[in-house]
């Protein structure tokens, strides 16, 4: 089945700063990568997702990008802000297997004000 | 999301009891996942239902059981049998296709403890 990898675990920034979290998959099937957002004791919210046949996807100061060769794929925060304090989940989706989302550990953001 | 209900927020078990946490859904969806969350680590899937009446295993499936007989609502029963429950879990929805790469959208949680 799917496995995904996420690093890393903490990521300290200072304020106005980026922050990049990568993540690797191991079916080269998979064609969905959402990402989460998960501040403490709250549900995890969608911030951006891709499917397979985009390389990149932008949201204001959030980018998603996506190496289907390499099977892996990162967010990027730019200019970063103490509310985007929070841990932060990627996953990935296969059409084949269950087809159902395979989450990474999460990656634990502090934005130093 | 306002669209998916969990409840209750909080929920306590006795040894060798079984327990059901609730989730329903107003958002349509046709597909309906159950996840546990322990401290500081990611999202595993227990159950899934793709559809009314008929559900799949996740990677955790063991001392939990399901039920989806109408579209909106999917319970989860903790059992005697899963002797760590103690968690956070989270339901979550999504349209369905083929593809299985609908986006999912979580309700707030329940977290079980033991008593």
């Known amino acids: 089945g799917e496995n995904v990898e996420q690093h890393p675990s903490t990521l300290s920034v200072q304020e106005g700063d980026s922050a990049v979290i990568k993540c690797t998959y191991s079916d080269s099937a998979s064609n969905y990568f959402p990402w989460y957002k998960q501040e403490l004791g709250k549900r995890p919210q969608l911030i951006i997702d891709?499917?397979?046949?985009?390389g990149e996807k932008k949201d204001q100061r959030i980018a998603v990008t996506l190496n289907k060769t390499a099977k892996h794929f990162s967010l990027h925060i730019t200019e970063t802000q103490p509310e985007d304090s929070a841990v932060y989940f990627c996953a990935a989706s296969s059409p084949t297997g269950r087809r159902a989302l395979t989450f990474g550990s999460g990656t634990r953001l502090q934005v130093q004000p | 999301d306002g669209g998916i209900t969990q409840s209750p927020k909080y929920l306590f078990r006795k040894e060798g009891q079984n327990v059901t946490l609730s989730c329903e859904q107003n958002l349509n969806h046709d597909a309906m996942y159950w996840y546990r969350q322990d401290p500081g680590q990611g999202l595993r899937l227990i159950y899934y239902s793709q559809i009314v009446n008929d559900f799949q295993k996740g990677d955790i499936a063991e001392g939990y059981s399901v039920s989806r007989e109408k579209k909106e609502s999917f319970p989860l029963t903790v059992t005697s049998a899963q002797k760590n429950p103690t968690a956070f879990y989270l339901c979550?929805?999504?349209?369905?296709?083929?593809?299985?790469?609908?986006?999912?959208?979580f309700g707030d949680g329940t977290r079980l403890s033991i008593l």
């Open positions: 891709i499917r397979s046949n985009v």
């Open positions: 979550a929805s999504s349209l369905w296709d083929r593809g299985g790469n609908q986006p999912q959208h």
